[in-house]
Nanobody, 124 residues
Framework: QVQLVESGGGLVQTGGSLRLSCAAS????????MGWFRQAPGKEREFVAA????????YYAEAVKGRFTISRDNAKNTVYLRMNSLKPEDTAVYYC?????????????????WGQGTQVTVSS
């Protein structure tokens, strides 16, 4: 198994930026594709972004494309989500996820392991 811990959430004004981090431990970080999901109050969990094992391929939800950037540093066992031009509709708890296969994140929109989440609040 793999343990995931998110950090970097907080309160930001519309148009601002945040960078979320997800630190992984346990199994080899390089063995997993990584992704970010979010869940707003009263709504279902939503896919945000994913990155493959090597970091050579990324995939984004249409709602965040062009504003968010997912990256990974395998040497540091960490995946990042840089969020720019934030909007109030981006407000949610953001979860880091690990999956054995990239398509499990991008196609099936599922993760095998999850972090505890970090709150992102974007004010008007």
């Amino acid at each position: 198994q793999v343990q995931l811990v998110e950090s970097g959430g907080g309160l930001v004004q519309t148009g601002g930026s945040l960078r979320l981090s997800c630190a992984a431990s346990g199994r080899t970080f390089r063995s997993y594709a990584m992704g970010w999901f979010r869940q707003a109050p009263g709504k279902e969990r939503e896919f945000v972004a994913a990155i493959n094992l090597s970091g050579s391929t990324t995939y984004y939800a249409e709602a965040v494309k062009g504003r968010f950037t997912i990256s990974r540093d395998n040497a540091k066992n960490t995946v990042y989500l840089r969020m720019n031009s934030l909007k109030p509709e981006d407000t949610a708890v953001y979860y880091c996820a690990a999956a054995a296969e990239f398509q499990r994140l991008t196609y099936y929109r599922l993760g095998d392991y999850w972090g505890q989440g970090t709150q992102v609040t974007v004010s008007s």
